[in-house]
């Protein structure tokens, strides 16, 4: 016993006076990586970079150096035979080359993703506290590694709806931020709702006076109660840049989305000619899907689309623009009362005049005159859209991209017809569903059961006809907040299931392992702990908000003081 006891600390002895590496746990896993022995010590380190870099890859850079410096506690120097950016033609836009040898460490990459990427990369290999803000002891050393990485799709997305809850600017950098740590580069921001308008449109002044406030919010999950309460909240046209820059620098696109022509109530209570009864309406201060949309027989509607898509195409300067598309049809609150479009005689005459006869596929075909109108507008403007896959029933006009979320069929049936598609199918990319069975310890999910396991096991090219995978852009998942009101929840919504997708997102499908991303989970959670991110860890069968393992027991107290998240 003894001797194994002296053997031990002699071991330990060895380890210690040698700086170890962390296991290699990167999220999403690089593509090609040899991990060899021996360690790098970057305390202190030299920084090298090309002056070839780009304004923003040196921006992205500088912040890598300077949380190394924050948690490191010692300013680095700058010149060679440390750590070198050098920018290198030959790689793609999101690809880059990280090499760790006994003489230092070389990066190179071709584009702002790429260093943004590397640098992410580098930051998983050291201490989790690298992504704090305070200085920490730990082994400030990289393993001798060789990586060349790259992602498996072009479009890697997050949404988030700020419509049902309202998140601050600074929320929405931190969603940011945890994107950014695992290489998402698509936010997909919802902007307008039934619930609210959260987007100030000058030439409209009404859509953000009267539209982002609502007279009340449903009292946890009872549909019919009302706390009373005004709610609301919108983003002025500075934040929304503010927003859209932050994004930019860390290589992610913004794309707004402009539900039409559903979703409207909060527009309709603002400009109620809008709609096809005239109104009045009021924001909507229940969950579910009204029935009140905009008149497709009222030329107004377009004058009102075009100026508002003016505006927002000044401030969003993506390629696409989502233009919803989603349950024009599907109003469930009022039973009873027929679709407006059934009975509206400007949307009757609009159909006769565009031929279309009577019957079921007629409201669709309607649909299809808005949305194809709103399309040519945009693409006159460079612009392409979004939509979600019922802009697809009924005929659809070329270079539309189709966002499949009704299940994986609408993806499917997209890129048959040569559409392009990103998928985020409900049964696994839908995070406002509950992580475990155990409904009563979680906090709230909108139904459904989604654990971390399910969403990693999803593989975006099942199903498809061989042949149409060039027509799936990508994946994203869909984070919808009638249920979630505090960051708090939504980053337990968020994480780590965020961290399944990436992997989706990144990996080539021969790559998956959902035992190494499990494993690899032990540090991630290091990496959420010290950027004050809350997380599930259903995954370890510890349900619910209130386990908080890693908090300090002040946090841990001041967290427990304001737990009334009403539930
Ligand atoms: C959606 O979830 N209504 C797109
Ligand atoms: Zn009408």
Redesign the pocket.
Known sequence: MKRITLFLSLALLAACAKPQPQAFQVIPMPADVTVSDGAFNVKGVAIAVDPALDKLSQKAVGRFVSALETATGVKTKSGEGGISFVLNPNLAAEQYAINVKADGAVVEASALNGFVYACETLKQMLPAAIYGSAKAKADWVLPYVSILDQPRFSYRGMHLDPCRHFWTIEETKRYLDVMTAYKLNRFHWHLTEDQGWRMEIKAYPRLTEVGAWRNGTVIKKDWGSNDGIRYGGFYTQDELREVVAYAAERGITVIPEVDLPGHMVAALTAYPELGCTGGPYEVWTRWGVAKDILCAGNDRIFTFLEGVLTEVMDIFPSEYIHIGG??CFSGDAEPGRPDPWDVCPKCAARMRSLGIKKGPEAKHLLQNYVTDRVQAFLNAHGRKIIG?DEVLEGNLSEGATVMS?RGVAGGIKAAEKGFDAIMTP?SYMYFDFYQSQERDKEPFGIGGHQPLENVYSYEPFDGLKPGTEDHILGVQA?L?TEYIATPEHLEYMLLPRMCALSEIQWCAADKKDYERFNASLEHTFQMLDAMGLNYSLDCRGLIGLDRQPARTTEELEEYLAKKDWGW
Do not use: C, V
């Open positions: 989603d349950e979600w979320w409900t869909n919808w």
